[in-house]
């Protein structure tokens, strides 16, 4: 067992917050800026076969 596990044994698992709760404003700025931003980055491109793939975009 390594660390990790034994200090989960004494103190249990990590706590997790809930998914289920609704966004701020703030996060949903947060999140639509990051987007933006990764979009202005890389480019999907798709296979004939019907996959999907994300490369760099050609500047």
Known sequence: M???GKLRAIFGPAQSSAR???MTPENK???????RAVEAQYETVRRP???TYIV???Q
């Open 49 to 51: 076969d019907g996959s």
């Open 2 to 4: 390594d660390a990790t």
């Open 20 to 22: 289920d709760h609704q």
């Open 29 to 35: 700025l947060s999140l639509e800026q990051m987007q």
């Open 56 to 58: 760099p975009k050609q």
